[in-house]
């Protein structure tokens, strides 16, 4: 048998799925996430799951990874000693940014600082302009000294972002065949390899993030890799980009930016799956784990995406799946400001200690041990009874730093917990949708990680949803959608021209020159034809707009006809996003973008049970749970009971190894043929 392991580490568990390429079979596991080693998890889950299963680690034929690895390097600030070299005049352009400020109206507000300090940025007097034309030289002996003040710093890394790069590469290559003879262990990122792009400060701020997180990420996949193929693995290890589609280990070494949302861009796979499968091809989808909570929209089966994010107020210029993250997880801290107002989060009690019901030292209230007082979470079935809960200690210490300070009873301090991080996840959500021209009513909410369905229900009905969904494996979702997702590189090259007046000719031969590209790619990680694809598109904007929208063309080549239709198109996506159009205005194209996907063979999904039942399912127990102001007698049911057809009228709770659903009195839980339970 051939196996396919999907790995996502959180910030508390790290997820681990199993299907079997035949039939579909899936098995799941979750284990404790090793912060200060996170390949520890990663490869403690492959062990656990291949114990239990009992296969042999020669059956895994394909491995995948979504890694926090960058994500977490990024947030706190923990990258190696790194360095900028830019063109002389130009490295204060990290630290000047755009004229926008963090918060409108707040004076206190300060821009993060960049990650290299302004000592540590070099300059090196050569020029290349716009057009491309070199006007000044490079002068080696100017670079052997800056090699040398490198040497006296104990530079790790160093980001290279020369002006006009993306236009005339040759001066940053230049700058990396002499580095690499005089210092060959020294990581280098060059602007021109990881985003040949306009804009200098996104293009820099990118470069420099890339190169802050390499060093780490290089000894973290270079350290998981060994010990894969010392356990014999045959699978070479895939990462998981941000853009939804997987690269090779190798690749994501060399240009660790592309995973900064590594992990949740497979829980919107998980969504877009769900999507093809059942009538809702309109889903906002919420990914509640330990630490933080992950929210994307879907239309029409298809995700949203954006060549443009920020990691703590820095800006991240690659293509990928838009998620927007808040500090809203299972671990939020609840605290009372100097206000005297109840606050949860950003702050989290992560893995260690973790949430006081854990039992491993946590001493702050979080969102878990309000849920856990309020009787919503099993205390003796988390991870399938492998881990008790302390709900004793919970209320011990929710009474002394949330109820009696704010003068109310210990269940009702756990339920204003509930209610602030609900209130906080549905103004993240609302970023998203609302903020982006979407009706929340037209879209049902699709409810996954750890702690998804526990709030989902209360969620859906403050954003005005209909439904919510929750898939078979909810608190594993991202792993399961790692392993649906295809092989994907994304290229790029400025061309800034008038619409009108374009130069059809160069605009097509730059199209076949990115093909190209993509097509050889591919076809060293083994890729056909048959099993390639290209999607070609254009960033347009109406002239003297700072940013664009990127519209997709039909075909990699274009004419003057698929011209007319582009503009067409932009016209109707201005106005959907912004509320107006132009229709008299000037066109001007800024770039054209390539994606390469190589297709891997569908994977087959196994469907629930089809079984009916004489006399329904039998609850397994039953539990005093908190609703509104009271607890109220609640039926337990064990997900693995239900079959296709299965209606459970709440109040009820669904148990199962990953996660735990709950279903609100009056409210009505339907299980689908693939398994998903559809909540009225």
Request: charged share 25%.
């Amino acid at each position: 048998m051939r196996y396919r392991i999907g790995v996502d580490t959180g910030g508390t568990f790290t997820d681990v799925a199993l299907v079997e390429e035949e039939t579909g079979k899936t098995a799941i596991t979750k284990v404790p996430s090793t912060p200060d080693n996170p390949s520890l998890a990663v490869l403690n889950g492959v062990k656990q799951i291949v114990s239990e299963t009992g296969i042999a680690f020669a059956d895994l034929s394909f491995f995948i990874h979504g890694s926090t690895v960058a994500t977490n390097t990024l947030l706190e600030q923990k990258g190696a000693n790194t360095a900028l070299l830019t063109t002389k005049g130009f490295k204060d352009v990290l630290q000047i940014g755009r004229q926008t400020r963090p918060k409108l109206y707040d004076f206190r507000a300060r821009k993060a600082e960049p990650y290299v300090p302004r000592n540590l940025r070099f300059e090196l007097d050569e020029r290349i302009d716009a057009n491309g034309k070199i006007l000044k030289d490079i002068d080696e002996n100017e670079l052997l000294q800056i090699v040398e003040m490198l040497k006296k710093e104990n530079i790790d890394s160093l980001a290279v972002c020369l002006i006009n790069s993306y236009v005339n590469p040759v001066h940053e290559k230049q700058v990396k065949l002499i580095l690499h003879e005089h210092v060959p262990d020294l990581a280098v990122t060059l602007s021109c390899e990881v985003l040949p792009e306009f804009k200098e400060y996104e293009r820099t701020s990118t470069v420099v993030a890339n190169a802050y997180v390499l060093p780490k990420m290089r000894y973290y996949l270079n350290h998981l890799k060994t010990h894969l193929k010392e356990m014999e693995v045959p699978s070479d290890l895939y990462i998981m980009q941000s853009n939804g589609g997987i690269i090779s280990a190798d690749t994501a070494i060399e240009t660790p930016v592309r995973t900064v949302l590594s992990g949740p861009a497979g829980g919107v796979l998980a969504g877009q799956m769900v999507a093809r499968n059942t009538p809702f091809k309109n889903l906002i989808t919420i990914d509640m784990g330990g630490t933080s909570l992950d929210t994307a929209l879907i239309e029409n089966g298809e995700p949203q995406y954006t060549t443009m994010s920020e990691i703590d107020g820095r800006p991240i210029k690659v293509p990928m799946v838009e998620i927007h993250t808040i500090g809203s997880g299972g671990g939020s801290i609840a605290w009372i400001d100097v206000g005297g107002a109840l606050r949860v989060g950003p702050h989290s009690a992560g893995a260690t200690p973790g949430p006081i019901c854990y039992g491993k030292g946590g001493k702050e209230p979080t969102v878990s041990d309000a849920n856990a007082i309020l009787g919503r979470l099993n205390p003796n079935a988390i991870l399938g009874g492998k881990m008790k809960m302390d709900v004793q200690a919970a209320r011990q210490i929710m009474k002394e730093k949330i109820a009696d300070p704010l003068g109310m009873t210990v269940e009702e301090a756990a339920e204003g917990i509930l209610r602030v991080v609900n209130a906080n996840m549905v103004r993240g959500i609302r970023v998203i949708s609302i903020e982006k021209g979407h009706d929340v009513r037209d879209f049902t909410l699709m409810a996954f990680g750890g702690a998804g369905p526990l709030h989902a229900v209360d969620i859906a009905e403050e954003l005005g949803c209909q439904k919510v969904i929750v898939p078979p494996h909810p608190g594993i979702a991202c792993s399961m959608g790692m392993l649906m997702a295809d092989v994907r590189h994304d290229y790029v090259r400025t061309y800034t021209s008038p619409l009108s007046t374009v130069n059809v000719d160069k605009l097509n031969s730059l199209l076949s020159n990115l093909a190209s590209e993509a097509r050889e790619e591919l076809k060293k990680e083994g890729f056909t034809d048959q099993n390639t694809e290209l999607r070609a598109s254009l960033d347009l904007r109406y002239l003297r707009q700072a940013y664009e929208i990127n519209v997709p063309l039909r075909d990699v080549r274009v004419c003057k006809e698929n011209l007319n239709q582009v503009a067409e198109m932009f016209h109707q996506l201005h106005e959907k996003i912004y509320g107006f159009n132009r229709r008299s205005e000037e066109l001007e194209l800024i770039n054209v973008r390539m994606i390469g996907v190589g297709k891997i063979q569908e994977m087959k999904t196994g469907n629930t049970k089809e079984m009916t039942a004489k006399k329904g399912v039998q609850p397994i127990g039953k539990r005093r749970v908190y609703f509104r102001h009271d607890f109220v007698d609640t039926p337990i049911y064990n997900r693995s009971d239900l079959f296709n057809g299965t209606v459970i009228t709440g109040p009820a709770i669904i148990e199962q190894l990953d996660s735990t659903i709950l279903v609100h009195p009056r409210k009505e839980a339907v299980v689908d043929a693939h398994g998903n339970i559809v909540i009225h």
